[in-house]
C-alpha cells in the first residue's frame, strides 16, 4: 500500500476535526462551528453586522423586562382578587350555617345564600375580566413601542 494513500483518509479526517472544532481542543474557534455550518447567506442582509444589533438586544431585553413586570402586576392584582373573593364566600357560607342552625326551613335559608354566592361569582369575574382587558391593553403598549 502506498504510503500517500494510506494517510490520506488520517489527513481529511484532522482536517474536518480542525475546521469543526478549532485548532486547539476545548477552545472554540473553528471555520465551521454549529453556529455556521448551517448559516444561510442571507442571514448577512437579516443580521448587518453594523452595531445595530446591540439595539435590538438592548430593546428586546427593555421589552421583556417590561412584560415580565407586567405579569407581575397582574398576578398580583389576580391573587388580591382571589383573597377577597375567597374572604366573602367565607363570610356568606358561616353566614349560611348560622342561618340553616336557626332556621326551620334551610331550603328558604339556601334559595337566599345562593343568590349572595351567584352575585359574587358574577362581580368576580367581571373584575377578572376587567383585569384581563386592563392586562391586553398595557401589552399592547409596551408592543407598540
Request: net charge negative.
Amino acid at each position: 500500500m502506498n504510503s500517500i494513500t494510506s494517510k490520506t483518509p488520517v489527513f481529511l479526517l484532522a482536517l474536518v476535526i480542525v475546521l469543526y472544532c478549532g485548532v486547539l481542543p476545548g477552545i472554540p474557534g473553528g471555520l465551521v462551528n454549529p453556529d455556521t455550518a448551517l448559516a444561510d447567506k442571507d442571514d448577512n442582509i437579516e443580521y448587518p453586522r453594523n452595531g445595530d444589533g446591540w439595539k435590538d438586544t438592548r430593546d428586546n431585553n427593555e421589552y421583556y423586562q417590561e412584560m415580565n413586570q407586567l405579569d407581575v402586576e397582574r398576578d398580583r392584582e389576580r391573587n388580591k382578587l382571589e383573597q377577597e373573593y375567597n374572604r366573602e364566600l367565607e363570610g356568606i357560607n358561616q353566614e349560611f350555617q348560622r342561618d340553616i342552625a336557626e332556621e326551620d326551613d334551610p331550603a328558604a335559608a339556601e334559595e337566599k345564600y345562593r343568590e349572595k354566592r351567584d352575585d359574587l361569582e358574577f362581580k368576580f369575574e367581571e373584575k377578572q375580566q376587567q383585569l384581563s382587558e386592563w392586562y391586553e391593553e398595557k401589552a399592547a403598549e409596551i408592543e407598540g413601542r
